[in-house]
Each structure stands twice: as C-alpha cells, then as structure tokens.
C-alpha cells in the first residue's frame, strides 16, 4: 500500500506519487479518482522500457540499459530527438550483448560505458563519433574487432585494455588525443597503424603478438612506453614527422632488431634515441630501403 486517504463523498483524491521501477516508464493511474463515491484501490500502470535516457546538449544519451536481448540496437533519435550520446557506465557489467548496432548521429561514448561486457564480440563506430571516454571497452575480453571512423578526435585512458582478441588497430588522421594505455594488453594485436598526431604513453604497452607496426607521417609525438614490451617487433620505420620519443618507447623489445627512417632525417632521429632511456632493446637506427 502505497497511501490511504478519506475524502468526502463526491470529492477528487490527491495522487500518491508513484513508485520508480527500473526499466518502466510510469502511465498513469488504473481507475479514475476526481470523483469518489465509494471506497476505491488504485494501481500505478507501467509500461517497459529497454533504454534510460538523459537530455544534454541539444540531444538525448543512453543512460542505461534495462533490456535482455544480445544484440542491441541504439535508435537514431527518440522522439524527434537525436541520440548523440553514451553516457558513464551505461552498459557496465551487461555479460549478455554480443553486438551493438550504434546510431549515424552518435557523438561520444563515455568512460566504462561498456566496462566488463565480456560477451561483446565486435564493434563498428559511426561516422561521426568524435570521443571515446576512458576505460570504455576495457576488459571486453571477446572483443576481436573495433573500426575506428575518420571523425574520432580523442580516445581517454585505458579505453581497450586487456582487450586481448583484437588481431588489428587502424587509428585515423583525425585523433588528436590518445589518454594513457588506450590499448595496453591487448596481446593478441599483430598489426597497428598509426595516423593519430600523438602515440599516447603506453598505448600499445604489452602487445606481445604486434609484428606489423604502420606509423604515419601525421605522427609527431611518441610518447614513453608507447610499445613497451612489444616482443614481437622486428622492425620499424618512423618517418621525419616524428619531432619527439619518450623514454623506453622500445623498451623490452627484445626482438626489435632496427629502427629505420629516411636518409635526411638519419642523425636527427640517432639524436633523440641517444637522449631517451631504454632497457632490453638493442637495435640499430639505419636508413630505409
């Protein structure tokens, strides 16, 4: 029983407010009451929902999900009304979702949206997200592929971690900003292209099984630790581009046998290598073939 209330013959009853219930939206009441004649028991009518939602910025994010099925279907607009957003830990835990079918008007995902969703098998991001928060996929253990658009512009801190199935990353032009250990422990990564303007600190940190590494000529900054423990590593050219190397960049590469650029930037980059820390690599700087 929610509330009892007497009222006089003929009057109306003020409503209780109704319970929340987590995943219903509330209707209405069953009966009416702006007219009592007799004693009456009202219910609260619910109706099922599969998504909460939040309104911010000219649109609406998920703000949690309440439905069963595995694979998800986020809509392009409620309402009349984009969906431009994922909001924090929205998805978190969900061991069931498979697959995620994203709306064209996404902008961002935030951080742990889809933490520990370790059923989740793939993803393909719209044209048009620009932000990927941090720890967002980390720990999606089944995770073996993510396309990256040409409109991401920052990806935050451990964002795949320990993703471990990805066999391939392609990272586009537009991404400005890598947070920390962005793909740290994915060790089942064997290819990486490179073409966001920073490496972030430990970005491919533990990525045992890479062997294939593409680092564009938009890249200007690799920062420390950023293949730290790539063991498979053979070879790598970096292009002129590259203005700045953090310490231990190459470190425990024990197999990385030469880093190659081209023949006018040979010193300069011999130069930044005698300035860095690195432990476990022994390599030779020379020019491209």
Not at 245 to 265: E, P
Request: proline share 5%; aromatic share 10%.
């Amino acid at each position: 029983v929610l509330a009892e209330a007497t009222v006089l013959h003929g009057e109306a009853a003020l409503s209780p407010e109704p319970p929340e219930r987590a995943g219903y939206v509330f209707l209405g009441w069953d009966k009416n009451f702006e007219n009592i004649t007799s004693d009456i028991v009202i219910a609260p009518v619910y109706e099922r929902i599969d998504f909460k939602t939040e309104y911010a910025d000219g649109g609406y994010y998920i703000g949690a999900y309440y439905g069963d099925e595995e694979t998800v279907v986020i809509p392009n607009e409620l309402d009349g009304i984009p969906v431009i957003g994922i909001s924090a830990g929205a998805f978190q835990d969900n061991l069931r979702i498979k697959n995620v079918v994203f709306p064209a008007s996404l902008k961002e995902i935030a951080e742990r949206a889809f933490y520990n969703c370790r059923s989740l098998t793939k993803i393909e991001f719209p044209e048009g997200l620009e932000v990927i928060g941090a720890e967002a996929f980390a720990d999606c253990w089944a995770l073996t592929e993510a396309v990256f658009p040409a409109t991401l512009s920052h990806i935050g801190d451990l964002a795949f971690y320990n993703c471990d199935l990805i066999a391939e990353i392609v990272l586009p032009a537009s991404l400005k900003t890598m947070g920390a250990g962005v793909f740290e422990n994915c060790t089942r990564v064997e290819r990486a292209e490179i073409h966001a303007e920073i490496i972030g600190v430990q970005a491919f940190s533990g990525c045992s099984m890479l062997k294939e590494l593409i680092i564009g000529d938009e890249v200007r900054k690799i920062n420390p630790h950023a293949f730290f423990a790539c063991s498979s590593l053979v070879e790598v050219y970096i292009p002129p581009s590259v203005i700045a190397i953090g310490d231990h960049v190459f470190s425990w590469c024990g197999k990385l046998q030469s880093v190659r650029t081209d023949l006018d930037n040979l010193e300069n980059l011999r130069s930044i290598f005698e300035q860095i820390t690195l432990i476990y690599a022994n390599f030779e700087i020379e020019p491209r073939d």
